[in-house]
């Protein structure tokens, strides 16, 4: 990152020689391997507060604007990933909530005013942190719960973590309930509700009872339902025709035997059992209100 030549430190040439008067500065201790420099947040606030002088002087729109509220964002971006850091425990990666963070940092640094006197970090924080709780709310969960709910759970969540690091296991449902002075129940839902962050897919083996996935236990739509309501309707109106004709319907629609073959089953000629036939047709017909 460039900062403009015009807000860069002045750095004394080097063949000046300092002033007499002034002590010389103790040697800094030596710093242990893999350490974080004492002095690099204050390093960010004042650059941050360098280049919001900056940026205020500057007319939006014009390329030296933009160019010093990248800065200001690249500067500022550890700030999104520690607020990122604080959902962890949603099991979304952690690229995506950074992404939604810095959108909430961008939002943060074209409103905020340096001549209030209010330390950007904690200006910039709660819309950083909002940014992602509403990303949370609105596109991660597959099935919406009530605030409440969601608030509580944020609270077992907490002392779940709590309690498994005072008693080196995880809690019961009794011990949580206890820490919150909530019933069980409560502590019940609320684990449900977490798992709203989670879709199981339908075609994952179920975990522990060795079944197929759900997917291959759902029920499918059987072809022979719709016929449940005819069939029932046509015995109805079977038992009210002659023994006769029941046999001859029977054999013609359920042996799938011609009239030739009724016939001669039955010792009539072919155009009798015709007839029988279209003579059954009609009291079905008159019998039948839904027709009707």
């Known amino acids: 990152m460039t900062v403009p030549a015009s807000t860069a430190p002045q750095v004394p040439p080097q063949n000046e020689r300092p002033n007499q008067s002034t002590p010389a500065a103790a040697p800094a201790p030596p710093r242990r391997p893999g350490a974080r420099p004492q002095g690099r947040g204050a390093d960010t606030r004042a650059l941050t507060q360098v280049l919001f002088a900056r940026l205020k002087a500057l007319e939006p729109g014009t390329p030296e604007h933009a160019r010093v509220r990248a800065a200001l964002i690249e500067a500022n971006l550890p700030l999104v990933r520690y607020?990122?850091?604080?959902?962890?425990?949603?099991?979304?990666?952690?690229?995506?909530?950074?992404?939604?963070?810095?959108?909430?940092?961008?939002?943060?640094?074209?409103?905020?005013?340096?001549?209030?006197?209010?330390?950007?970090?904690?200006?910039?924080?709660?819309?950083?942190?909002?940014?992602?709780?509403?990303?949370?709310?609105?596109?991660?969960?597959?099935?919406?719960?009530?605030?409440?709910?969601?608030?509580?759970?944020?609270?077992?969540?907490?002392?779940?973590?709590?309690?498994?690091?005072?008693?080196?296991?995880?809690?019961?449902?009794?011990?949580?309930?206890?820490?919150?002075?909530?019933?069980?129940d409560e502590v019940l839902a609320c684990i449900e509700a977490g798992r709203s962050y989670h879709a199981t897919s339908l075609e994952a083996a179920q975990e522990g009872d060795g079944m197929p996935g759900l997917l291959d236990r759902l029920g499918y739509e059987d072809p022979a339902l719709a016929g449940v309501e005819h069939r029932d309707l046509v015995r109805h109106l079977l038992v009210q025709l002659p023994e006769r004709e029941q046999r001859i319907l029977m054999l013609r629609y359920y042996s799938n035997l011609t009239q030739s073959q009724i016939s001669q089953e039955?010792?009539?000629?072919?155009?009798?059992?015709?007839?029988?036939?279209?003579?059954?047709?009609?009291?079905l017909r008159s019998a039948n209100r839904i027709e009707a």
């Open 266 to 283: 039955l010792g009539v000629s072919q155009m009798h059992v015709s007839r029988l036939l279209a003579r059954s047709f009609a009291r």
């Open 83 to 184: 607020a990122a850091a604080r959902f962890r425990s949603r099991n979304e990666p952690m690229e995506d909530v950074v992404q939604v963070g810095t959108i909430g940092l961008i939002n943060a640094i074209d409103r905020f005013d340096p001549d209030r006197g209010v330390q950007f970090p904690t200006f910039a924080m709660p819309t950083v942190v909002g940014e992602i709780k509403r990303y949370f709310r609105d596109n991660v969960r597959t099935v919406h719960v009530p605030r409440r709910l969601h608030e509580l759970w944020v609270q077992v969540n907490g002392a779940t973590e709590d309690l498994t690091t005072a008693h080196g296991r995880s809690p019961t449902t009794a011990e949580i309930a206890e820490r919150l002075k909530i019933g069980e």
